[in-house]
């Protein structure tokens, strides 16, 4: 129980778990920063003393992000961790960052671990579905694929944990549930333009114990160039997953889907995973004031600079000036009417997705 939260795990019965509270601190710690309370960890569930001590330093790295996430204490019997299963890990969803470090470390990886309760939250039926599309992928790279159910999220949600803090610690949950001996983590940012993050190279490294070493993979390749690198992978390229919106195939509408669509259209290569070919019209509709965003759109515009593809350039240029204008427009609202028209949209978004807008972020600005 996480206070009066029974928070769950379900892996294969193939599969030994961890007896320790690692994975309920990796889970916990960030709600109870939020409160200010203490974790207190029951004896049945020690804790490893390397994890206590990367978790004291997370702290300070979280709460110099956001003052929101206020330092605290743990309390628990220490013991060091053992590994649970042989063989070396990786999470994969389908994205182009998760079958990128596949196929870096394809001589490596053992086993590619894809966790319902995370992005999603499926019916077990429904979840059944999406693991046989995944497997497309690992099974024609001789992987194995490990479907792990949770309510993480769930827990996350009650909590008002936003998704931008929140999917690096619950990898890690289900890193340190499975125990495999070395855990890589694909990254979504790259090294010279980092933000504060949930999964982050300073932050990743540190969640490890003796029984897992978690690693913080590939963030000195922009996501365009790891899109580049997997093309060549018929089965990779054709089963891609990204989508924010539809746990089953992608949208085809989303910001996600649009950027990947966008790099694909510049590099002249079609894939089936997406329902429909892009339009000038969807390009011109994407927002990039988000700063966690934003550099996926200059990726791709640097991209059709060096193709030389003139058609994505202008489309690209244009949707970059309607961009400018409404950060102009945002700007002034800051300046000079104290942000009350950015008030009024966060209030209409509150409106419409309920408490969405409250949720804590890995940064204020966020």
């Given amino acids: 129980m996480m206070d009066d939260f029974r928070l769950w795990f379900r892996v294969p019965s193939d599969y030994e778990v961890s007896p320790s509270g690692d994975m309920f601190i990796a889970a916990g710690l960030f709600p109870a920063m939020v409160s200010g309370d203490d974790i207190e960890i029951e004896s049945r569930g020690p804790i490893s003393s390397k994890l206590f001590t990367g978790i004291m330093r997370l702290q300070e790295i979280y709460h110099c992000w956001n003052p929101v ?11 060091v961790s053992e590994p649970k299963n042989p063989g070396v890990a990786s999470f994969f969803s389908g994205g182009v960052d998760g079958a990128y470090t596949l196929l870096k470390h394809k001589e490596e990886i053992t086993h590619l671990i894809y966790i319902n309760g995370f992005d999603f939250e499926m019916k077990e039926e429904d979840f059944a ?4 599309s995944r497997r497309r992928v690992t099974d024609s790279l001789n992987k194995t ?8 999220n769930s827990f996350m949600a009650r909590n008002k944990i936003g998704s931008q803090l929140r999917y690096g610690s619950c990898l890690v949950s289900v890193a340190h549930l499975l ?4 855990t890589y983590i694909p990254s979504s940012q790259t090294y ?51 989508c924010w919106e539809n746990p ?31 339009s000038p019209r969807d390009i011109q509709r994407l927002r990039i004031e988000n700063k966690l965003h934003r550099p996926y759109f200059y990726q791709n515009l640097e ?35 104290g942000e009350i028209m950015s008030r009024s949209v966060r209030y209409i978004k509150r409106r419409k997705a309920s408490n969405m807008a409250e949720r804590i972020m890995p940064s204020p600005e966020q």
């Fill in 248 to 278: 089953y195939q992608n949208c085809g509408k989303c910001p996600k889907c649009i950027r990947t669509m966008i790099t694909l259209k510049i590099l002249g290569v079609k894939s089936s995973a997406f329902p429909k070919d892009l």
């Fill in 192 to 242: 010279n333009n980092l933000q504060p993050n949930g999964s982050h190279p300073l932050t990743d490294p540190l969640w490890s114990n003796e029984a897992t070493e978690l690693i913080h993979d590939s963030a000195h390749l922009k996501r365009t160039e790891k899109t580049q690198l997997l093309i060549e992978n018929d089965v990779i390229r054709n089963n891609l997953f990204v």
């Fill in 129 to 132: 579905k999406v693991i046989t």
């Fill in 69 to 79: 996430l206020k330092k605290i204490g743990m309390h628990g019997k220490m013991s």
């Fill in 303 to 337: 991209l059709a600079k060096q193709k030389n593809n003139q058609k994505m350039l202008k489309a690209l240029k244009k949707a970059q000036r309607r961009n400018a204008i409404l950060l102009f427009i945002k700007d002034l609202d800051r300046r000079y009417l």
């Fill in 145 to 152: 694929l490990i479907p792990v159910s949770t309510n993480l």
């Fill in 179 to 182: 125990g495999f001996p070395k």
